[in-house]
């Protein structure tokens, strides 16, 4: 009996060493892709309007010709005024990535109450990272091209700190001033999120409301809390969406070339879509075998919260169900807007609504169906779920592309290197109208948008406008 616990714990701590060398070789070739990364598109636009209007001229700009997301315009304007955009663009990404991780393990640590330890909420912070990471829609615009990483990852990263502040202030926080500094803190990061974009507005506007109800309901003495809570977000909602660049752009919309559905073929293509989507993010191995951990992990304490005299409590089977309809309603925004699917990165924030919804409902629906036939507490039910989430998190599509793009963008970068090179060098010459050569097959997970041919083209223009010359587009360079 000694020799089958100790072959258990010696194949236990062999699986743990081996899941926590995956997690970080994975962070780790996602953190090295940063140096290969180049500025593209809206960068050149958000680097040419800080140079020519300053800081707060640009934020002026913004809000009023643009959109009202103030902490994009901020931080847009902020990152192009560091310095030279080519010297600082590897940062973001890597920021981005280990702030995820750190939002994820502040998140764990909070909902466990201190009842793991501090390795096991690293290790666990860094399973939901490459979770996310495996099951972002785009990786390149939710990491490496600011224009999508910091209209929707920021929010994401401060979304995970701002649930970790609320679980904390519900459960363990004591002593006046330390709930003093989490509401000053939830409510500088709600206003920083709700200002990011409309889909991260909508998902926080929705959580802190119903903590809200849930808290006037329950009399719970942290009803001020959530009111002033709830009351700030609804004002920086409102400084948002009042913008008058929000409905200039609106109003572009006639014109994009892009295919717009009629209103009836968007309502009728909307709810397969959404399912769709969720089946192929449930198709995703490593979600099963974690949730699974996750289930077998907390099933005794699953015992006391969710039944009642030996019986199921269905209040909480509200969870699984206020969680589909939030997909449900994200998803929306875009068919009612554009009346097409969110762009990829706009998606990234359904994906973490996903993903942090996944693990609760996954408990509640596993208690209610068979909790109270099968017992799924016996630890020997992890090891084989651990094997499978570590080839899960190495086979993902993501992950994958990722160990593919280690050569490509190498080159990618070694190219665009020469390209923008040849551009100043031609610049020095005095031409003014520059044509640049086509570059190889670029890496799925850097790429973020094309130079065209048409220097009419935006992303041409704003390029133009950087380097301070006529017009830039794609051809075939003179020798």
Not at 83 to 91: E, P, R, S, V
Not at 98 to 121: D, E
Not at 284 to 307: D, E
Request: with cysteine; glycine share 8%; charged share 15%.
């Amino acid at each position: 009996m000694w020799m089958n616990n100790s072959k258990q714990s010696f194949v236990g701590k062999m699986s743990i060493g081996i899941l926590v060398f995956i997690v970080a070789a994975v962070i780790a070739l996602f953190i090295a892709l940063s140096f290969f990364d180049y500025p593209s598109a809206d960068d050149f636009c958000y680097a040419v309007k800080a140079r020519q209007l300053g800081f707060f001229g640009a934020q002026a700009f913004w809000y009023e010709n643009w959109s009202g997301r103030y902490t994009l315009n901020f931080a847009y304007t902020a990152f192009s005024l560091l310095g030279d955009i080519f010297k600082i663009y590897h940062f973001p990404p890597i920021i981005l990535l280990l702030s995820t991780w750190l939002g994820f393990c502040f998140m764990v640590a909070k909902v466990s109450q201190s009842k793991i330890s501090k390795s096991f909420i690293f290790l666990t912070g860094g399973i939901c990272t490459v979770l996310f990471i495996s099951g972002t829609p785009n990786i390149a615009q939710t990491f490496y091209w600011p224009g999508g990483s910091f209209t929707y990852q920021i929010p994401n990263v401060l979304l995970l700190f701002l649930l970790g502040l609320l679980i904390w202030r519900e459960t363990t926080a004591i002593g006046k001033y330390t709930r003093i500094l989490i509401f000053s803190l939830s409510s500088l990061l709600a206003i920083i999120i709700i200002g990011a974009n409309e889909i991260s507005l909508l998902l926080t506007g929705a959580i802190l409301f119903c903590g809200t109800v849930h808290a006037l309901w329950m009399r719970r003495n942290s009803r001020a809390f959530w009111v002033g809570l709830l009351l700030i977000a609804i004002g920086a909602a409102l400084v948002s969406v009042s913008a008058p660049g929000n409905y200039e752009r609106y109003a572009s919309l006639d014109s994009v070339t892009q295919l717009r559905l009629t209103p009836g073929l968007a309502m009728l293509l909307y709810p397969p879509w959404v399912i769709l989507r969720l089946l192929y993010w449930l198709s995703n191995l490593g979600l099963w075998a974690s949730a699974f951990i996750v289930l077998v992990i907390t099933f005794p304490v699953a015992k006391t919260w969710l039944y009642s005299d030996g019986n199921f409590k269905r209040s909480f089977l509200i969870f699984p169900v206020f969680w589909l309809i939030m997909i449900f309603v994200l998803n929306g925004i875009g068919f009612m807007i554009n009346r097409y699917p969110l762009p990829d990165r706009a998606e990234s924030v359904v994906w973490l609504l996903f993903l942090l919804g996944w693990y609760p409902s996954f408990i509640i629906l596993a208690h209610f169906t068979v909790g109270q036939k099968i017992p799924l507490d016996d630890p020997r039910l992890i090891q084989p779920a651990i094997v499978l989430l570590m080839i899960s998190l190495l086979g993902s599509p993501n992950i994958f592309e990722a160990y593919k793009d280690v050569y490509r963008g190498y080159r990618y970068a070694k190219e665009l290197r020469v390209r923008f090179d040849a551009i100043q060098a031609a610049k020095n010459r005095g031409e003014a109208e520059i044509i640049v050569g086509g570059i190889s097959k670029p890496p799925l997970t850097l790429f973020a948008a094309y130079l065209e041919t048409d220097p009419g083209d935006f992303k041409n223009q704003c390029m133009s406008e950087y380097f301070e010359v006529k017009s830039i587009r794609l051809g075939s360079p003179a020798q």
